[in-house]
Every structure is written in structure tokens, then in C-alpha cells.
């Protein structure tokens, strides 16, 4: 492993089920430790109720609010709010509000990170994706090899 430093500018940007998601650390610049990942959604978008079976996920909240689900407890996140989602609970959000969420999701240990990259295509520009519902069979073929597991539907 090598120091390393990414410019606010860089990272891995790909367009992921209706997100932008910048890739900022993975598991091959952190010697497997973690995976860090900006996440831009828009407001109403939330991913399916899932499950990580291999690894912990934390986000940071910097801009919006959400709403966070976790096993059996609710949350309301404003900016500045963090949030930590041991593996094996069930989770999901939702971007509350009018405005788009950005937030940091680090997951430890790392290598999710890549599921982004393999599920989504490469961001065409700084902006979000066209919105299109989520291919919920094709996030179950891949999650399956990250040890991800959908068990619900997003939050309404």
C-alpha cells in the first residue's frame, strides 16, 4: 500500500440505478480495508430493501435529508448526519425533500465498491442519470457475487 490522494474532482464516476456514484477508494488502493463512494441521488429515489452479508456500510450525509431504514428502526438524516448499518440487517433510504442527497458511503472491508462499476456504466457527464426504474433481476444476478441480497422494495 501507498499513500494516496484524489482530487475533489476524481474518482470513478458511473451512473448507477438512477445515481452518480464516484468511486474514491476501493479495496485495491486501501489494501482491502474499505471502499469509499460519493453518492448523488435525486429526491425520491431509494434503493431496495437489501441486505450486505459481507461487509458493514456507513453513510455520511453532506447535502439533503433521507430517510434510513435499518432492521427494525427508522431514522430522519439532515446534513452532517451519519448513519452505521452492520452486515446481515436489512436497509434501504429514501431522498426526502425537493433537493438531490450527496453523501460518502464507506464500506469495510472493501471490494463493494466494484458492484456500482459492474451494475452501472460509466457517467457521461457530471449530472445524474436519465431516471429508469431500477433492473431489480440484474442488481439480484450480480449482488449475488458481492453477497448482496435484495429482500424488499424500496421505501414508498
Not at 436497509?91 to 452501472?120: I, K, M, N, Q, Y
Amino acid at each position: 500500500m501507498h499513500p494516496n490522494l484524489l482530487p475533489a474532482d476524481a474518482g470513478e464516476a458511473v451512473w448507477f440505478t438512477g445515481t452518480r456514484m464516484t468511486i474514491k477508494a476501493g479495496a485495491d488502493s486501501t489494501g482491502g480495508a474499505f471502499g469509499l463512494v460519493e453518492g448523488v441521488a435525486r429526491p425520491g429515489f431509494s434503493p431496495p430493501l437489501h441486505i450486505h452479508h459481507r461487509e458493514d456500510e456507513a453513510f455520511w450525509l453532506l447535502e439533503g435529508r433521507l430517510t434510513v431504514r435499518c432492521g427494525d428502526h427508522t431514522y430522519s438524516a439532515l446534513p452532517g448526519s451519519f448513519a452505521f448499518l452492520p452486515r446481515g440487517v436489512p436497509h434501504t433510504f429514501r431522498v426526502d425533500g425537493d433537493t438531490p442527497a450527496r453523501l460518502l458511503s464507506l464500506s469495510a472491508p472493501g471490494g463493494f465498491e466494484r458492484f456500482f462499476a459492474e451494475v452501472g456504466s460509466p457517467a457521461q457527464d457530471d449530472g445524474l442519470p436519465p431516471q429508469a426504474p431500477p433492473d431489480v433481476a440484474r442488481l439480484k444476478r450480480i449482488g449475488e457475487r458481492f453477497g448482496l441480497e435484495i429482500v424488499g422494495p424500496p421505501l414508498s
